[in-house]
């Protein structure tokens, strides 16, 4: 800062710099947008607290599905969904391995579902996103409603979301909550 002004150096520069085009450089032949589009990519890997398990989503093509791995190394990895539509990477939620190891949730469009590790078919749980294990039968999830957030407790029995915060004390009452976190003895 001199005499009180700022001084810039260098130039603004907003969306990246664009590259010139190489005339010397064309893409392969089999290069292709729907290929590159098409080829499986594994994200959001979460593992189970047994640390032998892990949950993960890979997109490709036009689903993005729920697999588990096995981190041994025996087995190969098993696909537990089908047929999920793909989501924004920054809007999915990751999948969640329940504490004994049984059961998987996940998100799948607006619900929360439950998925037997054993295999069988995924069922919805709730209208609700972003679920966290608390014990081997019930879930943290976020509940929006008119444009706010709120964490509630789910049961895998009993699919009606009860509110986990009821008083605010000096937070904003109006505030979203969000990204639960569950302490190691459950509580």
Sequence with gaps: ??????????????????????????????????????????RSLTVGGDR???VFIEDGGDTSDVWTLDLDGRDPPE?????????????????????????????DGEHVCLVPLAGGPPRRLTKASNPVWA??????????RDDTTRLAVVSTGDAWPRRLASGHEDLDAHGDEGQAAVSPDGR
């Design 1 to 42: 800062m001199a005499d009180g002004k700022s001084i810039w150096v260098g130039k603004d520069e907003h969306h990246g710099v664009r590259a010139e085009p190489r005339k010397d450089l064309k893409p392969p032949p089999h290069w292709r947008l729907e290929a590159v589009a098409a080829t499986r990519r594994p």
């Design 79 to 107: 696909r537990l969904t089908t047929g999920r539509d793909p989501m924004p990477f920054l809007e999915d939620a990751e999948p969640r391995l329940s504490p004994d190891g049984a059961t998987v949730a996940y998100v």
């Design 135 to 144: 014990g081997n039968d019930r879930l943290i999830v976020e509940v929006e």
């Design 52 to 54: 032998r398990r892990a």
